[in-house]
């Protein structure tokens, strides 16, 4: 499957963004998607993730309340909606795609088989 990510951007702190990621070439509903970013000089991290149905979700402690992951299977897109971002927000966001179906939550990104480019989200104080 191929992944197309869009959306990243400047924003104030406070403020919104989404995120959208297309899916193309194979099934979508057969994977798990997740979110993941990686900060400047700092490693990957899990960002949140979504069932092959759209429930359930999974959200990292750091975005927990404040970002949402969700998923169109009709349009093969899995979103992510972030709000009240935080200057730590800040990093490059990819979309990733797991076949792995006995697994939940999947947050380690070995368990992902397929990614897409990033997208650079700036959060600035």
């Known amino acids: 499957v191929q992944l197309q990510a869009s959306g990243g951007g400047l924003v104030q702190a406070g403020g919104f963004l989404g995120l959208s990621c297309a899916a193309s070439?194979?099934?979508?509903?057969?994977?798990?998607m997740g979110w993941f970013r990686q900060a400047p000089g700092k490693e990957r991290e899990f960002v949140a993730g979504?069932?092959?149905?759209?429930?359930?979700?999974y959200y990292a402690d750091s975005v927990k309340g404040r970002f949402t992951i969700f998923r169109d299977n009709t349009k093969n897109t899995v979103y992510l909606q972030m709000n009240s971002l935080e200057p730590d927000d800040t990093a490059v966001y990819s979309c990733?795609?797991?076949?792995?179906?006995?697994?939940?939550?999947?947050?380690?990104?070995?368990?992902?088989?397929?990614w897409g480019q990033g997208t650079l989200v700036t959060v600035s104080s």
């Open positions: 990733a795609a797991s076949v792995d179906g006995a697994k939940w939550p999947i947050t380690n990104s070995y368990d992902y088989d397929y």
């Open positions: 070439g194979r099934t979508f509903s057969n994977y798990v």
């Open positions: 979504v069932s092959r149905r759209g429930v359930p979700t």
